[in-house]
């Protein structure tokens, strides 16, 4: 059984940062595609980070240069390091994976993705 378990949200002020982590068990692949999604209150789902079969990190305009997305294979485990925090990024946070994908249509087209999180609240104050 696929499980993902994200934590490390929290809240913050903005300018801060904050690690979240997603173990994921049950299914393990060296082609593996992993990534980060939000959905802030009244939104849809967008895709905030995302690491390729090719092991490419892929960034959604809005965070690039702020997060950065990596990955512990020997521990299953994904992480997004969030800096430089904004109001606009409070959102839950899923982590989600599949078996493959390539390049950024990964973050739009985040339905591809086979199994899910149940998310990890962030919220940022001004």
């Known amino acids: 059984q696929v499980q993902l378990v994200e934590s490390g949200g929290g809240s913050v002020q903005a300018g801060g940062s904050l690690n979240l982590s997603c173990v994921i068990s049950?299914?393990?692949?060296?082609?593996?595609?992993v990534g980060w999604f939000r959905q802030a209150a009244g939104k849809e789902r967008e895709g905030v980070a995302a690491?390729?079969?090719?092991?490419?990190?892929l960034y959604a305009d809005a965070v690039k240069g702020r997060f950065t997305i990596s990955r512990d294979k020997a521990k299953n485990t994904l992480y997004l390091q969030m800096d430089s925090l904004k109001p606009v990024d409070t959102a839950m946070y899923y982590c989600?994976?599949?078996?493959?994908?390539?390049?950024?249509?990964?973050?739009?087209?985040?339905?591809?993705?086979?199994?899910w999180g149940k998310g990890t609240l962030v919220t940022i104050s001004s």
């Open positions: 989600a994976a599949t078996l493959y994908c390539s390049g950024p249509y990964v973050l739009t087209h985040f339905n591809d993705m086979n199994y």
């Open positions: 690491i390729d079969s090719d092991g490419s990190p």
């Open positions: 049950g299914y393990t692949s060296n082609s593996q595609c």
